[in-house]
């Protein structure tokens, strides 16, 4: 693993869940990379926002500099120090 320190934040449920701290700091340099120091760190939060092959729940949206990423190139993401990663129950309606 590598890169520099990137704020995750996770849903409040996940979070106290796996008992995480405030500020949750893992070093990466992609999304895919994220997720794995998620899973390293915290394998009950990482079960809970990835499925059994490794992509984010779909009930999940995950947003970069409050920018949303989706799509197959969200695990390949660069990310860069100082960003922050921010993963939300998606919200829909009608």
């Known amino acids: ?3 520099a ?3 995750l ?3 409040s449920a ?3 869940a796996a008992l995480l701290p405030l500020p949750l700091l893992l070093a ?4 895919a990379e994220l997720l794995d120091a998620l899973a390293h760190h915290a394998p009950l939060a990482e079960r809970m926002v990835r499925d059994e092959q490794g992509r984010l729940r779909p009930h999940l949206a995950l947003f970069v500099n409050e920018v949303a990423r989706r799509g197959p190139t969200l695990r390949t993401t660069p990310l860069q120090p100082g960003d922050r990663v921010t993963i939300l129950p998606a ?3 009608g």
């Open 14 to 16: 996940v979070r106290e």
């Open 1 to 3: 693993m590598s890169g």
């Open 28 to 31: 990466a340099s992609d999304v």
């Open 91 to 93: 919200v829909s309606g």
């Open 5 to 7: 320190p990137i704020l």
């Open 9 to 11: 934040e996770l849903p």
